[in-house]
T-cell receptor
């Protein structure tokens, strides 16, 4: 049971490039979330989705785009990456009253 | 004032010590309280989950919630080097609401 997976696990890109981070869950949970984690800021919610084709902004949505065409997938796209988007990105799903996290993607924007 | 306050540490203790980790919060609508453990370069994993006030025990771990004081705690008995990690508190209101996290406390348990 893979649960929740993220790909790639590590990514280096350049300023201005488009980057897509993938999140896949095997549980068919309705809710999915994207966070970024930075020193001094902790976990901050970027976007979340209550179901396929339903998404909503979190605390720090600027510069990010999400889509949810299938329940099991929730990709996060940085349309034009900036250095301030260098971070660790975590995807999460909702199950049994709380959230469960994926292993994370480390993104470096040069 | 931030919604959830958590001392970032690091907190260094010797093996076998009792560890106390704490969070304070300001939003009285929070009803569900969680502790996550995060090892270096890993995702947060759920450690303890409690509803409303009271205590919950699971092995060496005890979670306490005092809603009147807006204060939650995680106690670790007989701490082990494998407990070295960052501990994040999290909380939410009712329904499928989003979680509000503390920034995490780094714990170091030395052999």
């Amino acid at each position: 049971d893979a649960g929740i997976t993220q790909s790639p696990r590590y990514k280096i890109t350049e300023t201005g490039r488009q980057v897509t981070l993938m999140c896949h869950q095997t549980w068919s949970h309705s809710y999915m979330f994207w966070y970024r984690q930075d020193l001094g800021h902790g976990l901050r919610l970027i976007y979340y989705s209550a179901a396929a084709d339903i998404t909503d902004k979190g605390e720090v949505p600027d510069g990010y785009v999400v889509s949810r065409s299938k329940t099991e997938n929730f990709p996060l796209t940085l349309e034009s990456a900036t250095r301030s988007q260098t971070s660790v990105y975590f995807c999460a799903t909702w199950g049994q009253e709380t959230q469960y996290f994926g292993p994370g993607t480390r993104l470096l924007v040069l | 004032q931030k919604e959830v306050e958590q001392d970032p540490g690091p907190l260094s203790v010797p093996e076998g010590a009792i560890v106390s980790l704490n969070c304070t919060y300001s939003n009285s609508a929070f009803q569900y309280f969680m502790w996550y453990r995060q090892y270096s370069r890993k995702g947060p994993e759920l450690l303890m989950y409690t509803y409303s006030s009271g205590n919950k025990e699971d092995g060496r771990f005890t979670a306490q919630v005092d809603k009147s004081s807006k204060y939650i705690s995680l106690f670790i008995r007989d701490s082990q080097p494998s407990d070295s990690a960052t501990y994040l508190c999290a909380m939410r209101g009712g329904g499928y609401s989003t979680l509000t996290f503390g920034k995490g406390t780094m714990l170091l348990v030395s052999p």
